[in-house]
């Protein structure tokens, strides 16, 4: 598809956008939940066990 969208003209950044973008697209959101859903445990036990005593926060 990017071969056929050089061949009828289009740019590098417009095929970027308009196929390689919305091919990866998928990938992308479902990296992003992986890693969202990966922290979020890690957080709330830091949160659950209060301040320690050297006071870290993050």
Known sequence: ???TSAD???GVLTTF???TFPMLRGAL???AI???VSIIPIY???KLAGETA???RF
Do not use: H, N, P
């Open 44 to 46: 709330l036990s830091q």
């Open 8 to 10: 009828l003209g289009a």
């Open 17 to 19: 956008r308009l196929v």
């Open 54 to 56: 050297t006071g870290g």
């Open 29 to 31: 959101l479902a990296g």
């Open 34 to 36: 992986l890693v969202v």
């Open 1 to 3: 598809m990017v071969d």
